[in-house]
C-alpha cells in the first residue's frame, strides 16, 4: 500500500487534512470570500474539500483545484457532481507549483501544502502570482509552541514560534486579516481520526495483505504524536491581503 492510499485511509473520518474542525473552516471561508462571487484557487487541493464547501455555500462562486493526485481529483470530480456543483469547478493534475492561468483569483487557498513548494515564503510567492488586486491568500502552516526536541524538528522541518511566522509572513509584505489558531481539541481530535481510522482498517481487513503493515504505521505515527509533537507542535490559518498592491 502507498503513500497515497494510507493517507486516503486515514483522511477517511476527518477530510480536512488540517487539525481544523467544521466551524473552523467555515469561519475562514467566511473570511476568504465576503462577497461569495469570487473566483477561487487551490494549489494542493487533494480531493478538493475546501473548494467543494466553498462551492456548496455560495452559488455564485467558480473554483479551481491543482494537485499531483489524480486519485484525489477524481474523488473531488465525483463528489462536486453529487453536490451539483460540477460546472464551476476545474481541477487539474500537474504540479501547484507549475499551474498557470489566464486568470487572477481572488482567493488562494494553500493549507496544510507548503511542503509542495518548499516553505510558508515560496508558497506565498506562488500565490502571489495568481493574486487578482484586492485578493486573498488563506495559508495554513505548523509552529512550535515551544522549543521544539530534535526529533520533532526533523520531522518538521525549518518551523518557527507563532510571532516569528507571523513577523516573517508581514516582513514578505503581506497584511493578516483574520486567524485562527488550532486549538488542543482540533489537533487531538485531528490526530484520532487519521490515526483511529487506520487502525480500524487494519483491524476490519485482517486477511488482506497490507493489514499488518497498516496497523503498525497507525501505531507509529500514534506514538510520535503522543511522544514526539504532541506538546509543542501548533497550526495557524491565516487569510491574508498584500500589503500594497
Given at each position: 500500500m502507498n503513500r497515497e492510499?494510507?493517507?486516503?485511509?486515514?483522511?477517511?473520518?476527518?477530510?480536512?487534512?488540517?487539525?481544523?474542525?467544521?466551524?473552523?473552516?467555515?469561519?475562514?471561508?467566511?473570511?476568504?470570500?465576503?462577497?461569495?462571487?469570487?473566483?477561487?484557487?487551490?494549489?494542493?487541493?487533494?480531493?478538493?474539500?475546501?473548494?467543494?464547501?466553498?462551492?456548496?455555500?455560495?452559488?455564485n462562486l467558480l473554483a479551481e483545484g491543482v494537485d499531483t493526485s489524480e486519485h484525489a481529483l477524481r474523488q473531488a470530480r465525483e463528489a462536486a457532481s453529487r453536490l451539483g456543483v460540477h460546472t464551476r469547478l476545474a481541477l487539474h493534475h500537474q504540479e501547484a507549483a507549475d499551474f498557470r492561468s489566464t486568470y487572477s483569483f481572488d482567493l488562494v487557498l494553500s493549507v496544510g501544502a507548503t511542503h509542495a513548494f518548499g516553505g510558508l515564503l515560496p508558497t506565498l510567492a506562488a500565490a502571489r502570482k495568481h493574486l487578482a488586486p484586492g485578493g486573498r491568500v488563506l495559508i495554513g502552516e505548523g509552529f512550535w509552541e515551544r522549543e521544539p526536541s530534535p526529533e520533532a524538528v526533523e520531522m518538521f522541518g525549518d518551523l518557527t514560534d507563532l510571532a516569528t511566522t507571523v513577523d516573517r509572513v508581514v516582513a514578505d509584505g503581506w497584511t493578516p486579516v483574520?486567524?485562527?489558531?488550532?486549538?488542543?481539541?482540533?489537533?487531538?481530535?485531528?490526530?484520532?481520526?487519521?490515526?483511529?481510522?487506520?487502525?480500524?482498517?487494519?483491524?476490519?481487513?485482517?486477511?488482506?495483505?497490507?493489514?499488518?503493515?497498516?496497523?503498525?504505521?497507525?501505531?507509529?505515527?500514534?506514538?510520535?504524536?503522543?511522544?514526539?509533537?504532541?506538546?509543542?507542535?501548533?497550526?495557524?490559518?491565516?487569510?491574508?491581503?498584500?500589503?500594497?498592491?
Open positions: 492510499q494510507i493517507s486516503g485511509i486515514a483522511h477517511a473520518d476527518h477530510p480536512i487534512k488540517s487539525p481544523l474542525d467544521d466551524d473552523s473552516v467555515r469561519q475562514l471561508l467566511e473570511r476568504g470570500v465576503p462577497r461569495g462571487d469570487e473566483r477561487v484557487l487551490d494549489l494542493g487541493c487533494g480531493g478538493g474539500e475546501w473548494l467543494l464547501r466553498a462551492l456548496n455555500t455560495h452559488p483574520h486567524g485562527h489558531i488550532s486549538t488542543r481539541r482540533e489537533l487531538d481530535d485531528y490526530e484520532w481520526a487519521c490515526w483511529g481510522a487506520l487502525a480500524s482498517w487494519a483491524l476490519d481487513h485482517p486477511a488482506d495483505p497490507d493489514s499488518s503493515h497498516v496497523l503498525e504505521t497507525a501505531a507509529i505515527r500514534r506514538t510520535e504524536w503522543l511522544r514526539v509533537y504532541r506538546d509543542m507542535w501548533g497550526f495557524v490559518g491565516l487569510v491574508l491581503r498584500r500589503t500594497s498592491d
